[in-house]
């Protein structure tokens, strides 16, 4: 089979679902990560009459994790790599916001468990199983909101914790936790093999997610008011496909895209220091070797 391989988490419905339909419709095979194993199969099953005609990809895979978990991560990884595709694209997608501080049962705070934990370790997971293609492209979802994370920039909270011993703002910690990935991610893609390349897409904010209503709380009660100005689905999804699909990778590796074009995140965002300090914490919290620099690496 010829067609690339694209994985995205929180494959079973809203963006992650358009995602694949736009890809599967362009001729790509497409493996779904989502926690309701029923919700997913039936996500997969839509799927099927969207192959284009004369074309080969394999029926679309499904896998079954909670992102939440750290077991999970690990075994969603090991069954990838068991399964002998090499992944072409990574799409993590899942993403999370709760209405209270909870933490896991690994010891974090549940949004940042999703949205930073989840796919900083997945995708070193799959790098360790050598599962990823050559020349992969591993596309984090983002958000302009993480321009209103509070983040020490000294003593950097990676895993949501600190939010314990101060005011729960469900807003900020969902645009911390998107602040503290951007930057996690800004630092693995100084890291990664040579060939492939990382990017953060900002969909804006998108309707039909069931996100807002999911999450409860603040973000619950303030959703009607942006709704009207919320973007389709359809729209919603055009970077990422476009990162995901584009002939040539798209430039820079580690930026941030919006409207399928290089977009400028904050400030803190674009700090290398803090960067590596995020990165190098998040490595040590989950007991895993930090990538080796590429600088390191060719001395």
Request: net charge neutral.
């Amino acid at each position: 089979m010829n067609s690339k391989t694209t994985v995205i988490t929180g494959g079973g419905s809203g963006l992650g679902l358009e995602m694949a339909r736009h890809l599967v419709r362009s001729g790509r095979s497409v493996a779904l990560v989502g926690r309701d194993e029923a919700r997913v199969r039936a996500a997969a099953e839509s799927l099927v009459p969207l192959t284009p005609t004369g074309s080969d990809p394999a029926p679309p895979r499904t896998y079954t994790a909670d992102l939440e978990q750290w077991s999970q991560v690990r075994l969603l990884a090991r069954e990838l790599a068991a399964d002998g595709v090499p992944v072409d694209v990574l799409v993590n997608n899942a993403g999370a916001a709760f209405p209270q501080y909870q933490r896991t049962a690994d010891g974090v705070e549940r949004t940042y468990a999703i949205n930073h934990i989840a796919p900083f370790l997945l995708t070193h997971e799959l790098l360790a199983h050598e599962a990823l293609a050559a020349d992969a492209r591993i596309i984090n979802m983002s958000s302009f909101v993480e321009k209103r994370g509070k983040l020490d920039a000294d003593d950097p909270d990676v895993d949501g914790t600190s939010w314990n011993t101060r005011f729960y703002h469900q807003p900020n910690v969902y645009a911390t936790s998107k602040l503290v990935g951007l930057l996690a991610a800004r630092e693995l893609a100084r890291r990664l093999p040579d060939g492939m390349s990382l990017y953060n897409a900002n969909p804006g904010m998108v309707k039909g997610t069931a996100f807002n209503s999911n999450a409860g709380g603040l973000l619950r009660l303030t959703a009607p008011l942006y709704r009207p100005f919320a973007l389709p689905l359809e729209e919603g999804v055009r970077t990422p496909v476009w990162l995901a699909g584009a002939p040539t990778a798209p430039r820079p590796s580690g930026g941030y895209f919006t409207n399928s074009a290089v977009d400028t995140p904050s400030p803190r965002a674009q700090d290398d220091a803090l960067a590596r300090r995020v990165y190098d914490r998040t490595a040590a919290l989950l007991g895993i070797e930090p990538l080796k620099e590429r600088a390191a690496r060719a001395c």
